[in-house]
Structures are given as C-alpha cells and as structure tokens.
C-alpha cells in the first residue's frame, strides 16, 4: 500500500466513530456470500452518483458543490461500471437484493429546514464515502487477488470523496455546527454498523446468528 493511500485510510479510521466489526468482515468474505456483496455494492455505486445529482439539482447556486459533485457523479459510475464487469466474468447475474437499513436510517436524521438540510446530507456523504473506504480496506486482504486489487484502488476515490463532502458542509455551516451535527450523525451510524442485521449487505451491521435448533 503506497504511502499516500495508508494517510488517506488512516484519515477516514480517525474520522469514523468505531470500526467495522470482525463478523461483518468473516462473513462478507466468505465465497458465498461475495454474489450478494457484489450486488450491493454496484447497487451503493449507483445510489452514490444518484445522490451527487440530487444534489446538483436542488443547490444550482452552489458552484463548487456543482462541480465536485459532477465529478463524483462520474467517478462513481465508473466504479459502477467496474463492479460490473466483475460480476459478469463470475457469472454473476445481477439481481434484485433489498437495500440495508444503513443509510435510510442516516437519512431519518436529515434537518428539514435549509441550510441544516444540506449540512446533514453533506455530512452523511462523507460518513457513508468513508465507511466504504474503510470496508474496502477491511475486506482487501481476505479475498482474492482481483477482488482485493479492485477494493485496494478503491481507496485513495473514497477518502477523497469523503474529504469533498466535509468540505462542502464546512462551506455551509460555521465550525461548531458541523462538529455538533457530526458527533451526532457519527455516534447514529456506530449504532447501525454494531448493532445486528438480518442480512448481509455493504452496509450492514453485524450478521445476527442463525437460530438455535
């Protein structure tokens, strides 16, 4: 791992309020399971750019939020794209999975009114970019060469997406508000990634155990 990348991941691990737990990491990475974590994952790329043009679309005052944007939109299509080509040289066939509870639950925390609308969105951005950044680097040494090249060159995107957000959210709000807004937010999203899910997504929380016979 180069230099400018381990600062990179090493920023969103101090940035992030826990890390991703062990069960989550032994169970996303077991070959069975890496069809659904794939799905997700190009379906989270997808919603990624989705929420980048929401954005552009409902801030056009915003010049530098109307680029750095535009540019995220782009580069997680890409990714999108990447995810895809994987799926199909595995045969893996590209089907519908519900979505985790992860950033709907986020999102329930959302301000209505502007600018506190904008702050929480932009603030989840970043907390969603780094926990991706910081699963890409969980699962990297546990998979197989092309998956872990493919999350390992995912990193040094992520982290600088997650910066871009926290930019923004800086621009829109004074200091204090963003460090109360996201000691808030951080807190909510360390609840949702420790706490047990039903089902194994990018996202998720801890796998809940099987029901005892």
Not at 29 to 34: F, G, I, M, V
Not at 137 to 142: D, F, N, V
Not at 159 to 171: I, K, M, V
Request: hydrophobic share 40%; aromatic share 6%.
């Amino acid at each position: 791992m180069s230099t400018s990348i381990r600062k990179d991941s090493e920023a969103v691990r101090d940035f992030l309020s826990c890390a991703t737990p062990d069960a989550w990491v032994q169970a996303a990475a077991r070959p069975e399971n890496l069809p659904t974590l794939l799905i997700d994952h190009a379906n989270c790329e997808k919603k990624a750019a989705s929420t980048a043009l929401a954005l552009m679309h409902r801030y056009t005052d915003q010049h530098r939020l109307l680029n750095r944007m535009s540019r995220l939109a782009r580069e997680e299509l890409r990714h999108f794209e990447q995810v895809l080509a994987i799926m199909r040289r595995r045969d893996i066939v590209y089907t519908s999975v519900s979505a985790s509870r992860y950033a709907g639950a986020l999102h329930e925390c959302v301000r209505r009114a502007e600018p506190g609308r904008l702050v929480d969105t932009l603030l989840i951005g970043a907390i969603i970019e780094a926990r991706s950044c910081e699963r890409f680097a969980a699962l990297a040494p546990w998979l197989d060469d092309e998956l872990s090249t493919f999350y390992r060159s995912l990193l040094k995107s992520e982290a600088r997406h997650f910066q871009d957000y926290l930019a923004l959210a800086a621009e829109a709000a004074g200091s204090k508000e963003v460090e109360e807004r996201l000691q808030f937010l951080l807190s909510a999203e360390a609840g949702l990634v420790q706490s047990a899910d039903t089902e194994l997504r990018f996202h998720s929380g801890v796998p809940a155990a099987p029901p005892k016979n």
